[in-house]
C-alpha cells in the first residue's frame, strides 16, 4: 500500500525458475543446478535480512474497548496520523455499556509494537488487543 511495490521476489522468482528450465530443457545440467543453488541461497539470504532488520510491514488487527465511541476514533486516528498510517476494514459496535472499534493496519512489527504501546496510553482506550490478521490473497 501507499505506493509500495508488492510481489516483486514472487514475479523475479518464476522468472529464473523458467530460465532455470530452459537451461535444463537445452542440457546445460551443471549451470543449472548451479543457478539453482544460487537462488535458493539469495532468497534465504533475502528472507533472513528482511526478518531481521524489521522490513516486512505485517497486518495487525486491533480491537480497542472504550465508553465513548468518538473518542476512541479520535485518540486511534491521532496515533494513527502520527505515525503515517490510516486504519482498514474498521468496524465498531456496542457491547454492554463499552463500544467495540476493530480494525486493520499494516506496519512492520516494531512499528506495530509502538502502536500499541501509543494506544494503551490513551485514556478513551479502556482496554486494546492485537493479533496478527490473517493473510489475504
Given at each position: 500500500s501507499r505506493g509500495s511495490v508488492t510481489g516483486l521476489t514472487t514475479a523475479a522468482?518464476?522468472?529464473?525458475?523458467?530460465?532455470?528450465?530452459?537451461?535444463?530443457?537445452?542440457g546445460l545440467y551443471l549451470s543449472s543446478l548451479f543457478a539453482t543453488v544460487l537462488i535458493?541461497?539469495?532468497?534465504?539470504?533475502?528472507?533472513f535480512v528482511e526478518t531481521r532488520f524489521?522490513?516486512?510491514?505485517?497486518?495487525?488487527?486491533?480491537?480497542?474497548?472504550?465508553?465513548?465511541?468518538?473518542?476512541?476514533?479520535?485518540?486511534?486516528?491521532?496515533?494513527?496520523e502520527d505515525h503515517h498510517h490510516a486504519m482498514n476494514d474498521v468496524q465498531t459496535g456496542r457491547t454492554d455499556h463499552q463500544f467495540r472499534v476493530i480494525f486493520?493496519?499494516?506496519?512492520?512489527?516494531?512499528?506495530?509494537?509502538?502502536l500499541l504501546r501509543e494506544f494503551r496510553q490513551r485514556r478513551s482506550v479502556a482496554q486494546i488487543k492485537?493479533?496478527?490478521?490473517?493473510?489475504?490473497?
Open positions: 522468482t518464476l522468472f529464473v525458475v523458467a530460465s532455470i528450465g530452459m537451461g535444463v530443457g537445452a535458493l541461497f539469495a532468497l534465504a539470504l533475502l528472507g524489521n522490513l516486512k510491514p505485517v497486518v495487525t488487527c486491533y480491537e480497542a474497548i472504550g465508553q465513548d465511541l468518538d473518542a476512541i476514533l479520535g485518540d486511534v486516528n491521532q496515533v494513527l486493520n493496519v499494516e506496519a512492520t512489527r516494531s512499528e506495530q509494537e509502538e492485537a493479533e496478527r490478521a490473517p493473510e489475504r490473497e
